[in-house]
C-alpha cells in the first residue's frame, strides 16, 4: 500500500523543539517533491516548506521561515521537518505531501498534485 507514516508529534512547551519525520511505504520519495503543510484548529490548511528533487528548499510563509528546517533521508527513504522555536500558535496537525512525478515545489499549494499524503502528526506547543 502506497502510504506516508508519520511520527514525531505530541506535547511540546513554548521555545522547545520537536522533529517530524515521514517515512515512505511503496514508493521512492527521492524522484519527488515533498511538501509539509498544517492545519491549525478554525484554519485552513496552509503550505509551509517544500524540498525539491534536487534538494532546493521553498518557504511559502514568513511565520515559520528561520525556525523549521526540512531534510530529506534517500537511504532511508524518509524526510523530516526540524522544528525550534515553537510557539503556541504553530499548534496543529502537520501533514507530509509527496508530490506527483514532475511536479515542483511551485506546484505543491495546490492539493492537485499531490500523490500521496501522510495522516497527520498533532503538535500541540503548550506550557
Known amino acids: 500500500q502506497l502510504q506516508l507514516v508519520e511520527s514525531g508529534g505530541g506535547l511540546v512547551q513554548p521555545g522547545g523543539s520537536l522533529t517530524l519525520s515521514c517515512a515512505a511505504s511503496?514508493?521512492?520519495?527521492?524522484?519527488?517533491?515533498i511538501g509539509w503543510f498544517r492545519r491549525a484548529p478554525g484554519k485552513e490548511r496552509e503550505a509551509l516548506l517544500c524540498?525539491?528533487?534536487?534538494?532546493?528548499?521553498?518557504n511559502y510563509v514568513d511565520s515559520v521561515k528561520g525556525r523549521f528546517t526540512f531534510s530529506r533521508d534517500t537511504v532511508k527513504n524518509t524526510v523530516s521537518l526540524q522544528m525550534n522555536n515553537l510557539k503556541p500558535e504553530d499548534t496543529a496537525v502537520y501533514y507530509c505531501?509527496?508530490?506527483?512525478?514532475?511536479?515542483?515545489?511551485?506546484?505543491?499549494?495546490?492539493?492537485?498534485?499531490?500523490?500521496?499524503w501522510g495522516k497527520g502528526a498533532l503538535v500541540t506547543v503548550s506550557s
Open positions: 511503496g514508493f521512492t520519495l527521492d524522484a519527488r517533491p
Open positions: 524540498i525539491s528533487v534536487r534538494g532546493e528548499e521553498t
Open positions: 505531501g509527496a508530490g506527483i512525478l514532475d511536479s515542483t515545489c511551485h506546484h505543491l499549494d495546490s492539493t492537485n498534485y499531490i500523490y500521496v
